[in-house]
């Protein structure tokens, strides 16, 4: 079982950064992918950065590449995401996940808002 809790949401204007934290439970946090997902109003939760392994393999949508990056601690059993250049289409409510496979996983952070200012 892993439990994950997420944290560093908050409201941000256009441009800037916010960066997201994942603190993951558990002695298996190595064996997983981890990622994030979003979530926007009236909209189905999707993709956004995964890690896999000890960090070498990153996949991003393709609506974020180049502003976001996705990293982990395994010593601390952390995964991050940095978000920049920030616009208002990214407000959402961010998820933490867990699995062997990130595009179907086996667990879920209960959500961090994060909300652009135009």
């Known amino acids: 079982q892993v439990q994950l809790v997420e944290s560093g949401g908050g409201l941000v204007q256009a441009g800037g950064s916010l960066r997201l934290s994942c603190a993951a439970s558990g002695r298996t946090f190595r064996s997983y992918a981890m990622g994030w997902f979003r979530q926007a109003p009236g909209k189905e939760r999707e993709f956004v950065a995964a890690?896999?392994?000890?960090?070498?393999?990153?996949d991003y949508a393709d609506s974020v590449k180049g502003r976001f990056t996705v990293s982990r601690d395994n010593a601390k059993n952390t995964v991050y995401l940095q978000m920049n250049s920030l616009k208002p289409e990214d407000t959402a409510v961010y998820y933490c996940?867990?699995?062997?496979?990130?595009?179907?996983?086996?667990?879920w952070g209960q959500g961090t808002q994060v909300t652009v200012s135009s």
């Open positions: 996940a867990a699995g062997f496979n990130i595009r179907t996983p086996n667990y």
């Open positions: 890690i896999i392994g000890g960090g070498v393999i990153t």
